[in-house]
């Protein structure tokens, strides 16, 4: 009963953290783009751009063109096979995060063929905001370096301490969305809570921008 109430809250919640709009900006954009894994959409970043935000992953990463990053649940994440109850945990409680980096060497569609791969290509200065909202979520130990806890769950990755909590409102695909959001794309994170739905309004959004875009040109 509770998991319903508070899920139809986050339904209702529309509007809460939607772009009011998003503009072509009248100039080649930068891609980035999503995988969707089945459970969680990884946001798939050019590495060089990540790392000039944050220096410490060109040691980590120094072979990679782009950079995989997801976030969630601490416990479900970094556990082989979470079961139902780590997952319950992590909706009900809020709870300790991580951050997941994948270095790729070759485009996300060649990295990830069999998944759906979208693009998305956005003003530099979008790009921008959205890198300092990834690198904002880095934690730091008292020596300010990023915190390393431990190696990924495939090809090549680390997880990383994150200063977020995870819980219902704020999962693992909303926080996908958040960033996104800091770009410009006009997305409602509230209603991003499956990967089905962020992709469903990122290819909305896409679709949006490229009609805007011809519109002006």
Request: aromatic share 10%; hydrophobic share 45%.
């Amino acid at each position: 009963m509770l998991f319903r109430l508070v899920l139809l809250f986050s339904l209702l919640c529309t509007g809460c953290g939607a772009a009011s709009e998003w503009r072509p900006a009248g100039e080649q954009g930068q891609a980035l783009y999503l995988v969707d894994h089945g459970r969680h959409v990884g946001l798939v970043l050019p590495a060089a751009e990540l790392q000039r935000h944050l220096p410490e992953l060109k040691a980590a990463f120094s072979a990679a063109r782009f950079i995989e990053v997801g976030w969630g649940d601490r416990a479900f994440y970094q556990h082989e096979q979470g079961g139902a109850g780590l997952a319950l945990r992590a909706l009900l409680w809020p709870t300790d995060t991580v951050l997941h980096l994948v270095p790729l060497s070759q485009s996300p569609a060649v990295a990830f063929a069999g998944l759906p791969v979208l693009e998305l290509g956005v003003p530099p200065a979008s790009m921008e905001r959205l890198l300092g909202e990834v690198a904002a979520s880095f934690a730091r130990n008292e020596a300010g370096n990023l915190r390393d806890v431990g190696a990924g769950r495939y090809g090549g990755g680390r997880f990383y301490a994150s200063v977020e909590s995870y819980h219902l409102l704020h999962t693992c695909n909303t926080w996908v969305a958040r960033r996104l959001v800091a770009a410009g794309l006009p997305l409602r994170p509230a209603l991003a809570f499956t990967a089905g739905a962020l992709m469903r309004q990122a290819r909305s959004a896409k679709g949006e921008y490229a009609q805007g875009y011809s519109s002006h040109n």
